[in-house]
């Protein structure tokens, strides 16, 4: 009896263990902290994120424009990966409430931007993370010629993580 109940612990054991294990990230690249504290949250992966590497206002841009309908300032984050993966920018910034900020590869003639994330680097096929303190912050994302003084360019198809209760994108 008591060489079954151990055999039972030992296998509990082993299964808990395999459970507990460091996980993935949903970036795809590292270990996640398993924190449940951590206030950031993935709220949209965007593909088709491009940049032509200039530094001036020539080419084709990318821009994410991200409103706070949070009562408090909230932190967004984007996160951008090239074709092959490597990372070509990751910047953090604070959006207060009822605001609206915008990050893009670099400089436009159009955009007023807050955060420029790339400047310089060419970026092709490239896919976006945009990580948020609060599910109550909505973004859209363009490429975008980069010359133009009025709109021009192609809206990028945001898909959408943890939600605001009671909506729908």
């Known amino acids: 009896m008591k060489v079954a109940a151990l055999a039972v612990t030992v296998a509990l054991a082993f299964t808990v ?13 590292g270990v996640a902290p398993m924190v449940t504290t951590d ?3 993935m709220i949209y992966r965007v593909a ?5 590497g200039y530094t001036t206002m020539k080419g084709v841009a990318t821009s994410f424009m991200c409103y706070s ?4 300032t909230e932190k967004v984050r984007v996160r951008i990966l090239n ?5 070509e920018a990751d910047v953090s910034h604070e959006v207060k409430s009822k605001r609206t900020l915008t990050f893009s590869t670099r400089s436009t003639a159009w955009l007023a931007e807050d955060v420029l994330l790339a400047a310089g680097k ?3 096929q490239g ?5 948020a303190t609060s599910k109550e912050v909505y973004c859209s994302a363009m490429l975008i010629d980069a010359a133009a003084t009025v709109p021009s360019g192609i809206a990028l198809h945001l898909v959408r993580f943890n939600p605001a209760p009671g909506t729908v994108e």
Request: no cysteine; charged share 10%.
């Open 122 to 124: 060419v970026i092709n």
């Open 69 to 72: 309908n949070s009562a408090a």
């Open 83 to 87: 074709w092959h993966g490597g990372v």
């Open 127 to 131: 896919t976006a993370a945009i990580i």
């Open 39 to 41: 206030p950031e949250m």
């Open 17 to 29: 263990s395999g459970a507990a294990q460091d996980r993935t990230n949903s970036l795809g690249n």
């Open 48 to 52: 088709g994120v491009a940049d032509s």
